[in-house]
């Protein structure tokens, strides 16, 4: 079984062609990412990945984390392999150096996550959450939570958790009841149950710190009414180190379809007195709070997909080279060939890596934006950039995911019926993709966030400065990528039209709008994913006219073509779904579902 190898060529070109890491080194905070340093991490994290991740990803899945007398124990290697993980100084990458941090810039941090989704997804979510708990703490805690917690959670030594979801609240969190009481020294007891809690439980570190949303005992209804707390697995000691038990345990872990080797925990707070906790941040303010970690959370999720994607190519690619089937059509009484010279294996594999390739330039060039928006000495520049992150976040971890899961499909397919048994891998990128659609918002949450916070509620101002970028874009690609440059011009048409109805219609058929948000959502990851493709088959084809014979610049062309004519055709389509497919999905009547 192949093990994963990260596609440094082409990550090192979409960060610095279409990303600009250059100009991100620019920045104020960010002049330590030259290129040599860059290049040094790169490699050195594809070594850890396919060395140590890769190996274990199959034992992972294998083995599953055990649950056992309200204790976890991780997958066999998962525990030494962490430990390498922050010995290693990988969890503090892109952390604060004022908490130890390497302060390194998002564009290369997000390289590096991804390489370790692809190696080993179900590893990967343990740091992912520290993250989240990381930036919550960065922005909303107090000088003395930040000093307590960040150190241990930005190297790496304790990690941390999300605890918003509950057994009668999903994504309604206005119905969360888990409750807080004060106990008049500032600290809180919190009582309530929190499930499906990633690494909310195991044995990889010797404290975990958990954010958990819970109400005041005069708090308002809603979702107004819900305040963020720090709840440590282990009460601190006065020297900061770890000391009593909390009153917080897990009841259970869940038994799932994929990502076996990550611990999905059933927490039960204040079963035996009330767990302690401190809040965050101001009384009711919580679900702010948490969506920060939200968001953060949201695009590595999205970095998830990607990873499932590349993983789930790269396995479909060496079965394909080496499984010898039927001879090449066209060629009577031909020798057996390796079942890449089928041409429906090759669009099958194509269609899995055009979409790869788009999903990994719209991760990085978001990832780009978003050392602009916080590092940018401009304040205009700022706002811009912080204002397309916004806009793409969804498209990140929306489309990226759902794209993931054909992804990995087509990679069960390559495969054939040896694609359905589980001892070739390809059954596993399958299952464990499946996950990410639906956590940390579904895609349909995703998709009304998208029309209605990032588009309607600015009438459009945004997305509508992308598409006139977009249109410039295309409009550029001329002579031989004249074809392309037309395909592109169609796609960003019909994503105009498209934003212009859900503007004109937002207010007034409400219901109709939010029916045609996952098509929305599909046409403008897949239109903007060919705008970034077009930039990159420009690139190619001026290194190719100078003389520069490397293999990789034609494949940069014959993949933006593919994707051009596979996908980009889709654009019109699904602009009419968004405009006029409301009718049926309110017409039917409820008794007849």
Known sequence: MSEYLAPLKEMRFVMKELAGLAQVASLPGCEEASEDLVDAVLDEAGKFAHEVLSPLNRVGDREGARW???????APGFKDAYRQFVDNGWNGLGGDPEFGGQGLPKLLSTAVSEMWKSANHAFSLCPMLTQGAIEALMIAGTAEQQAAYLPKLVSGEWTGTMNLTEPSAGSDLAAVRSRAEPVGDGSYKLFGQKIFITYGEHDMTDNIVHLVLARTPNAPAGVKGISLFVVPKFLLQADGTPGERNDVYCVSIEHKLGIHGSPTAVLAFGDHGGAIGTLVGEENRGLEYMFIMMNAARFNVGLEGLGDAERAYQRAVAYARDRVQGTEVGVRGGPKVPILKHPDVRRMLLSMRSRTEAMRAIAYVTA?????AHCNPDENARSKAQAFVDLMIPVVKGWSTESAIDIASLGVQVHGGMGYIEETGAAQHLRDARITTIYEGTTAIQANDLI??????????????????????????EGDLAALGQRQLLAVDALDVAVSWIVDHFSAQTKAVHAGSVPFLHLFGIV????????SAAIAHDKMAAGD????????????????????????????????????????????F
């Open 528 to 535: 903007a994913g060919g705008w970034l493709l077009g930039k």
């Open 549 to 592: 014979q490397d293999p990789f610049w034609p494949a940069k062309l014959t993949t933006a073509r593919f994707y051009a004519d596979h996908f980009l055709t889709q654009a019109r389509g699904l602009a009419e779904s968004v405009i006029a497919g409301a009718s049926a999905v309110e017409a039917m009547a409820d008794e007849s």
């Open 452 to 477: 209605g916070r990032k588009i309607a509620r600015e009438q459009g101002l945004t997305i509508k400065a992308l598409i006139a970028d977009m249109r410039d874009a295309a409009a550029a690609l």
């Open 368 to 372: 780009a934006a978003q050392d602009n």
């Open 68 to 74: 056992a007398d309200r204790q976890v124990t991780t």
